[in-house]
Nanobody, 121 residues
Framework: VQLQASGGGLVQAGGSLRLSCAAS????????MGWFRQAPGKEREFVAA????????YYADSVKGRFTISRDNAKNTVYLQMNSLKPEDTAAYYC???????????????WGQGTLVTVSS
């Protein structure tokens, strides 16, 4: 599975962005999909994940209630809708495909390139 993330950009605090991650291959629907992020000088951290069917979304506490993960298996795409953005959300965001609904990046086998989100105060 090859993954291509897009949709990052510069936004003011309180604004919104929607990230997309397009997958190649016909096995997309078999994978759990996740979003992770890495801020400058920090470790990569889990943001959200969704099961193969689109159910059971799972969020980091830091984004719960503000971010929504969804997927469209017909389009081989997973989305991350980000609302009420904060400066601390600034990071490179990565999508990943894995086999378990978890926040542990060890369980994700395929990674896209990052898309940069910058939130100004």
């Amino acid at each position: 599975v090859q993954l291509q993330a897009s949709g990052g950009g510069l936004v003011q605090a309180g604004g919104s962005l929607r990230l997309s991650c397009a997958a190649s291959g016909r096995t997309f629907s078999r994978y759990v999909m996740g979003w992770f992020r890495q801020a400058p000088g920090k470790e990569r951290e889990f943001v959200a994940a969704i099961s193969w069917s689109g159910g059971s979304p799972y969020y980091a506490d830091s984004v719960k209630g503000r971010f929504t993960i969804s997927r469209d298996n017909a389009k081989n795409t997973v989305y991350l809708q980000m609302n009420s953005l904060k400066p601390e959300d600034t990071a490179a965001y990565y999508c990943a495909a894995g086999s378990a609904l978890t926040g542990s990046d060890d369980m994700y086998n395929y990674w896209g390139q990052g898309t940069l989100v910058t939130v100004s105060s």
